[in-house]
């Protein structure tokens, strides 16, 4: 029946419609739970990015690229640091724009600092920020700055 309707829609010259993209928040106490503990048995590279940075949105392209050549081999989930005021417009606007086949989650902190400590006591709060989970939902790397596609590969292969 779908497959049906997405032929007529293409012999018509349309597309379907897109699915409006959710970006929930995640508070620091629900970031294990939220988005590392779902992916447990598979690799997890989780990247903090936001909106404004530049080198973040440079970076999410290697990244898509890396994920798509491995055929999905790991998961990837993103956490913008933006303002929540953006969770509904802004992020998946740019999101759509970069062609992220990513979920996302938004920061949801009073303190950016709690969020920080939470996800890496080491990390001093700079974006983009990537995380690397094992299989068993430890981090096996962390990375700051922006990541080129081979990097992004080093960073996963550390994690298996």
């Known amino acids: 029946m779908i497959a049906a309707m997405l032929l007529a829609l293409a012999a018509a010259g349309k597309a379907p419609a897109r699915?409006?993209?959710?970006?929930?928040?995640?508070?620091?106490?629900?970031?294990?739970?939220?988005?590392?503990r779902p992916h447990r048995g598979?690799?997890?590279v989780v990247n903090f990015w936001a909106t404004w940075c530049e080198p973040c949105r440079a970076e999410l392209p290697s990244l898509a690229k890396?994920?798509?050549?491995?055929?999905?081999?790991?998961?990837?989930?993103?956490?913008?640091?933006?303002?929540?005021r953006l969770?509904?417009?802004?992020?998946?606007?740019?999101?759509?724009?970069l062609d992220s086949p990513?979920?996302?989650?938004?920061e949801a902190s009073d303190d950016p600092q709690k969020f920080i400590d939470t996800v890496d006591p080491r990390w001093e709060g700079e974006l983009p920020h990537t995380v690397v989970y094992g299989r068993d939902g430890k981090a096996a790397a962390s990375a700051a700055g922006l990541q080129s596609e081979a990097q992004f590969e080093a960073l996963v292969a550390r994690a298996r």
């Open 87 to 97: 969770k509904d417009g802004v992020v998946p606007a740019v999101l759509d724009g």
């Open 66 to 84: 890396v994920w798509k050549k491995s055929h999905g081999a790991f998961d990837v989930v993103l956490v913008s640091a933006d303002s929540l």
């Open 102 to 106: 990513f979920p996302c989650f938004i």
């Open 42 to 44: 598979r690799v997890l």
């Open 19 to 36: 699915v409006p993209r959710v970006i929930a928040p995640v508070a620091p106490s629900d970031y294990v739970s939220a988005v590392v």
